[in-house]
């Protein structure tokens, strides 16, 4: 029997470094191993308190849709919590927000609206897989920006500068970065926000991990990012500083955002994307219509998660930072690894010693265990475009409880030690 051909996109769509690994952590599930996943950015902790009981309130009797835009109740909300950041930038008006099936059809629009098949969106390297997912759905090509732990993955605007060509039509990034945990301070948005005014390309920044910034008190006079560190001395949450904030980049700038990580509810599949520019706003309003509507009970949800307590969401943000000071102490304490300090998100890139990171962590899932426990982490050679860049790297994702992490680390460093062994005797 035939089969009818696949699109050639369809064909060679890449598959995600995050999941590759699967089949071989089932396959030691079913042999009755417990793997811990450092690879997924699933976070363990609750789902903020009123987002929950707004679940277990929603009583309408019609589940219907909502405007393709979204609701104007929740964008009044979002457009309140916005003008938090905006400082003396104009206030951003519910007009300017599309609310979205998570971010990541905030970015599948973002991407459609700026390129055509063929054209290109440059990403800092390592990058955020998803971002060559859709470029690849979309035709659009995907041009790295190398970054270094070494220099801890800043983003220097002239190599963004260098790397523009006539094809290239928008710059994406995120700040606080995945995979590297790297924050753009405001300085930093404001440079490479200039490079992109001068090409004429968007400017977009993903701010999903808005809150997840670990600032180091006390804080000098002169610190590159006093926007993000205002807060904590106050009191305040600590936001990381926002693209909304510079008034110049009107035209150019697109926020994508997210209700996933901030409230711990990436199951809610609410996002939105935020812009000044009302054209590139009427087109991403165009492809929301003809998928006609964000999710209703979410949105709901997704309201009432905007009042959740200081407390609370400080709970939250202490806790991750407890945990990134765990990890990378721990890693850096194995031999022959060294990791930098990630200051925001809930992710880091990590050196091993290891020839090539994908062979240790399939090795890690199908031939070690210690004690019955096993630790999945993400090759990061999928997290870029150069080829053999990231070959000695993983991602890991320290979204676990510190007593399993502590384990991770226990497992992670016996791994090693027993890799290397193998390595030796095959040599
Ligand atoms: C940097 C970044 N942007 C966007 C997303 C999309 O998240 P969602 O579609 O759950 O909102 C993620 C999810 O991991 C992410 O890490």
């Known amino acids: 029997m035939t089969t009818p051909n696949l699109s050639r996109r369809g064909a ?17 599930k079913a042999r009755g191993v417990v793997v811990h996943h450092l690879n997924i950015g699933q976070p363990d902790l609750h789902t903020v308190s009123p987002m929950r009981a707004a679940y277990a309130r929603f009583a ?24 938090q ?21 905030a970015l599948l629009f973002t991407i459609a609206a700026a390129c055509d098949p063929g054209d290109e969106i440059l990403v800092a390297e390592p990058y955020y897989t998803n971002y060559a997912g859709f470029s690849h759905m979309l035709g659009v090509g995907v041009v790295p920006v190398a970054t270094h732990a070494s220099e801890s993955f800043a983003i220097p605007p002239d190599r963004v500068r260098a790397a523009i060509t006539p094809r290239t039509r928008a710059f994406v990034v995120p700040s606080p970065g995945n995979p590297t945990g790297m924050v753009l301070s405001a300085d930093d948005l404001r440079a ?12 977009v920044v993903d701010e999903v991990y808005r809150e997840f910034v670990y600032p180091e008190p006390p804080v000098p006079a002169d610190s590159p990012i006093p926007t993000a560190l205002a807060g904590a001395l106050d009191g305040a949450l600590a936001l990381a500083p926002s693209v909304l904030a510079i008034p110049e980049l009107a035209a150019h700038a697109v926020v994508i955002d997210s209700v996933s990580k901030r409230y711990s509810a990436c199951g809610a599949r609410v996002g939105c994307l935020v812009t000044r520019n009302p054209d590139f706003y009427a087109a991403c309003l165009k492809f929301a219509q003809a998928r006609l509507s964000p999710p209703t009970v979410d949105q709901f949800a997704a309201a009432a998660a905007l009042t959740t307590p200081q407390p609370e969401m400080r709970a939250m943000i202490d806790a991750y930072r407890a945990r990134r000071d765990l990890i990378v102490a721990g890693l850096n304490q194995i031999p022959g690894v060294s990791c930098p300090t990630p200051t925001g ?22 031939d070690f265990n210690l004690a019955g426990e096993t630790v999945m982490m993400a090759p990061a050679e999928g997290f870029y475009a150069t080829p053999g860049a990231g070959r000695h790297q993983v991602r890991i994702a320290y979204v676990l409880a510190p007593d399993k ?4 680390l226990e497992i992670l460093r016996a791994g090693l030690s027993a890799y290397a062994q193998r390595t030796n005797s095959a040599a």
């Not at 598959?15 to 590759?20: D, H, Q, T, Y």
């Not at 835009?69 to 003008?83: H, I």
């Open 60 to 83: 309408d009797e019609v589940i219907a849709y909502s405007p393709s835009e979204g609701y104007l109740y929740y964008r009044k909300a979002l457009a309140a919590y916005y003008n």
């Open 192 to 203: 490479l926000g200039r490079v992109c005014q001068d090409a004429n390309i968007f400017f």
């Open 405 to 408: 992490l502590t384990r991770c």
């Open 12 to 28: 060679t769509a890449p598959s995600s470094p995050i999941r590759r690994l699967t089949p071989y952590a089932d396959a030691a």
């Open 345 to 366: 998100a809930f992710y880091l890139v990590t050196d091993l010693p290891v020839a090539d990171a994908e062979d240790f962590c399939i090795f890690m899932l199908r």
């Open 85 to 105: 950041l905006t400082g003396d930038a104009p206030p951003i008006d519910p007009s300017q927000i599309l609310v979205t099936v998570g971010g990541s059809e």
